[in-house]
């Protein structure tokens, strides 16, 4: 797991989610603190599946989102 800092309150961000996409991992980090509001300084981060090996780790924590993308039915 990587730390992610906040360029405008110079905290670390928390990690709130983590997503799988066909070809990438998707994570969300935010400021927990009174300075920063979260809509504003959200972080996301995407990492390129192959260079991930924090995933095992990732979905062993309760944010963790199993949702694939869906599909496309076949026709
Ligand atoms: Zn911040």
Avoid: H
Wanted: hydrophobic share 25%; glycine share 2%; aromatic share 10%.
């Amino acid at each position: 797991m990587m730390s992610v800092k906040c360029g405008n309150c110079d905290a670390y961000q928390t990690i709130v989610g983590f997503r799988k996409l066909p070809e990438k991992n998707v994570y969300t980090y935010e400021c927990e603190n009174e300075i920063c509001d979260p809509n504003v300084t959200r972080t996301i981060v995407e990492v390129p599946r192959e260079f991930d090996n924090s995933t095992k780790r990732a979905e062993e924590l309760p944010y963790y989102s199993s949702e694939e993308e869906p599909e496309a039915p076949p026709e």
